[in-house]
């Protein structure tokens, strides 16, 4: 079983920038992408980017050219850059991983909020 540990939520300004962190603990065997999905206040939960086994990345257009996702397999972490944010990416932001049956292994999410 994979434990997903996340951080680096914030406030943070227009414009700004942060960088979120999923470390994964327990058996990474058999994960194939790893991703961020988001839920701003009163909305639906939606796909954010993920990043496949091969390193091969992929964005919502919403966050496209403005964030991304990296993995550091050796420290079994994915990374999710975030550069000119928005006051509409506020949200709680949360990490997986997918394994190769389709199972997701879920973080507890962590809050952004952009706002002056």
């Known amino acids: 079983q994979v434990q997903l540990v996340e951080s680096g939520g914030d406030l943070v300004q227009p414009g700004g920038s942060l960088r979120l962190s999923c470390k994964a603990s327990?058996?990474?065997?058999?994960?194939?992408?790893m991703g961020w999905y988001r839920q701003p206040p009163g909305q639906q939960h939606e796909f954010v980017a993920a990043?496949?086994?091969?390193?091969?990345?992929n964005y919502a257009d919403s966050v496209q050219g403005r964030f991304t996702i990296s993995r550091d397999a050796a420290k079994n972490t994915v990374y999710l850059q975030m550069n000119n944010l928005k006051p509409e990416d506020t949200a709680v932001y949360s990490c997986?991983?997918?394994?190769?049956?389709?199972?997701?292994?879920w973080g507890q999410g962590t809050q952004v909020t952009v706002s002056s």
């Open positions: 997986y991983h997918q394994r190769w049956d389709n199972m997701h292994y």
């Open positions: 327990g058996s990474t065997l058999g994960i194939t992408n």
């Open positions: 990043i496949t086994e091969g390193g091969s990345p």
